[in-house]
């Protein structure tokens, strides 16, 4: 029951991250978004948004793993999906075209610390330390949002 509970919380919480951002205003009932449009070719920008999927369900998965309170295998996913060992995964495939060449220098700095935070949360959570694994996770998560606020791709 507590597993489900927690998933369910994780759930919300992800989902609700799409449906409104501090860089949104509205007047008249219309909604701006005030985001910083990053452009980027629609290959590159398709990459992109698989990863970030792929982030999502990294967390999710990390968020499990942390309710049944299994430490080691939320340390493993979390450096091989988001942490450090997992950057650079593009270079070879787009011939240096990869989504980092498009990104403006504060966009690549949060995603650079979003990595590092995410290595951090492996190193904290492979040590047994579950309370300090859940605040470890938050800077992770922080990034994202402080990343997701500020930029788009479209």
Do not use: W
């Not at 988001?82 to 990869?98: E, N, Q």
């Amino acid at each position: 029951m507590k597993r489900n509970a927690t998933l369910l919380i994780a759930t919300l919480i992800l989902a609700g991250a799409g449906l409104s951002f501090a860089g949104d205003s509205a007047t008249d009932g219309v909604v701006t978004d005030n985001r910083e449009l990053v452009e980027m070719p629609a290959e590159t920008q398709a990459m992109m948004r698989a990863e970030m999927r792929d982030h999502l369900m990294a967390l999710s998965s990390i968020m499990g793993y942390l309710a049944d309170n299994d430490l080691a295998t939320a340390a493993e996913v979390a450096e091989e999906r988001l942490g450090r060992s997992s950057m650079g995964k593009h270079k070879g495939t787009r011939r240096g075209m990869g989504p980092g060449k498009y990104m403006p220098k504060e966009m690549k700095k949060i995603g650079h610390g979003m990595h590092d935070a995410a290595s951090r949360f492996a190193t904290v959570a492979a040590s047994g330390d579950l309370n300090g694994s859940y605040v470890a996770l938050h800077d992770v998560v922080a990034a994202c949002a402080a990343c997701h606020t500020s930029f788009r791709i479209r």
